[in-house]
């Protein structure tokens, strides 16, 4: 499990990702690499590309994409807004399902919350609390666990619903990656990738989580 702190949430990664956006025939196929029954010499090497470009498309679009389940937690339960509603806004985007809320109450015992509404489309995703719970300031220990990513209509879940604009972006940088091994590439094709990568992606950006 990897931890990051995002917006004052702590963020852990309770489950990998079962796939990866491009899969490694995609990639032989980007590479034009000569495979002998699917397989490649380097395709260890291809796979960390796969994850380091996947890595920074992530990070330049703010939003995850294979599925995978996280753990957000802070420390204080948000108080109610000026329309007198209680709303925690979700740092991760996008998410598919909020698969549980616990807090723990004023007595030090752990709660499940069971009254809210999910607001997933919006950006970023919201939970309405119905029912705020008797909570002390600063020690609510708020723990919610969410499926993020894009959804998918296979099962097993695929990378079907992943827009073929930040497939293609990720290719790039893998094609970027495996032919220039180096930290600098000296030449104009040292910038030519980053920016059609930024080019593909930037229509998919989230701002504001």
Same mark, same amino acid.
């Not at 920074?56 to 007198?84: C, H, I, M, S, V």
């Not at 004023?106 to 499940?112: F, I, K, L, M, P």
């Given at each position: 499990? @990897?931890?990051?702190?995002? @917006?004052?949430?702590?963020v852990t990664?309770?489950t990998?990702?079962?796939?990866q956006p491009?899969?490694?025939?995609?990639?032989h196929?980007?590479l034009?690499?000569?495979?002998?029954?699917?397989?490649?010499?380097?395709?260890?090497?291809?796979? =960390?590309?796969?994850q380091?470009?996947?890595?920074?498309?992530e990070?330049?679009?703010?939003r995850?994409?294979?599925q995978r389940?996280?753990r957000?937690?802070?420390?204080?339960f948000p108080t109610? @807004?000026?329309?007198?509603?209680?709303i925690?806004?979700l740092?991760?985007?996008p998410?598919?399902?909020?698969?549980s809320i616990?807090y723990?109450d004023?007595?030090?015992?752990?709660q499940?919350?069971?009254?809210?509404?999910?607001?997933?489309?919006?950006v970023?995703?919201?939970?309405?609390v119905?029912?705020?719970?008797? =909570?002390?300031?600063?020690?609510?220990?708020?723990?919610i666990?969410?499926?993020?990513?894009?959804?998918?209509?296979?099962?097993?879940?695929?990378?079907?619903?992943?827009?073929?604009q930040?497939?293609?972006?990720?290719l790039?940088? =893998?094609?970027q990656?495996?032919e220039?091994?180096? @930290?600098v590439?000296?030449g104009q094709?040292?910038?030519?990738?980053?920016?059609?990568?930024?080019?593909?992606l930037?229509?998919?950006r989230?701002?504001g989580v």
């Amino acid at each position: 499990m @990897n931890e990051t702190i995002k @917006n004052n949430w702590s963020v852990t990664q309770l489950t990998q990702p079962a796939y990866q956006p491009v899969s490694l025939r995609q990639t032989h196929q980007h590479l034009r690499l000569f495979t002998e029954y699917g397989q490649h010499p380097d395709d260890d090497l291809i796979e =960390v590309y796969i994850q380091a470009a996947t890595g920074a498309a992530e990070d330049y679009l703010q939003r995850y994409l294979a599925q995978r389940t996280l753990r957000l937690k802070r420390d204080d339960f948000p108080t109610e @807004n000026a329309d007198g509603e209680v709303i925690i806004t979700l740092p991760v985007y996008p998410v598919i399902s909020v698969d549980s809320i616990t807090y723990v109450d004023r007595d030090g015992a752990t709660q499940t919350l069971t009254g809210y509404e999910i607001d997933s489309e919006s950006v970023p995703a919201r939970v309405r609390v119905v029912t705020p719970p008797d =909570v002390e300031k600063g020690l609510s220990k708020l723990t919610i666990d969410v499926t993020v990513g894009y959804g998918s209509n296979d099962s097993p879940p695929s990378a079907d619903l992943i827009p073929a604009q930040i497939k293609q972006a990720i290719l790039l940088m =893998v094609g970027q990656m495996y032919e220039h091994r180096e @930290n600098v590439v000296v030449g104009q094709g040292a910038t030519e990738v980053p920016m059609a990568f930024q080019y593909l992606l930037h229509p998919h950006r989230v701002l504001g989580v």
